[in-house]
């Protein structure tokens, strides 16, 4: 009885929880977008720089690499890498928004950007899941959380069971 018990609290619990995934990817993904936009910014900064003086954006990052100051090799250094986060995050943001409502866990779980997941996840607010998103989410995490703990309950139950001696009597 008390082990069916817990494993109803670890499943309101667990479904609880997973009910939030769905919130925290729309968190995440407003947090992507506003990095897009920034770094969008720049590259069309950096792009329209290049062009007004005859050059594309990989004769303007090769320029940085002819440069003999260590100031405007790091300057260069860091607006290559700018350009790159930048594609790799938009390139982010299209499969997300491309992704159906169940698929967004994949294509989080492979394309998430660390520094961005972390943040998101410092400012989080939990939401009522009243998406059908949000219900099957919780309902799976209501069904693995009982499921675990039952599961580790009766393994602890195996194991601390007095066991007989190959000698004893019933």
Known sequence: ?????????????????A???PEFVQQYTQRLG???????????????DAAAAGLTRTEALAEYQTVTTEFLMAQGARAEERIDRYERLSAGQA?????????RALVFARD???????????????A???????????????????AALAAIASL???????????????
């Open 1 to 17: 009885m008390i082990v069916r018990m817990l494993a109803l609290v670890a499943g309101l619990l667990a479904g609880a929880a």
């Open 19 to 21: 009910s939030q995934f």
């Open 95 to 103: 499969a997300l928004e491309a992704a159906g409502p169940f698929q």
């Open 156 to 170: 602890l139950g195996a194991l601390l069971r007095p066991r007989r001696g190959l000698g004893a009597r019933a």
């Open 34 to 48: 506003g990095a897009v936009d920034e770094l969008r910014a720049f590259v069309v900064a950096f792009d329209n």
């Open 112 to 126: 998430h950007d660390n520094a961005i997941a972390r943040n998101t996840l410092a400012a989080f607010r939990p």
């Open 128 to 146: 009522v899941p009243v998406t059908p998103e949000g219900f099957v989410y919780a309902g799976a995490g209501f069904v693995l959380g009982a």
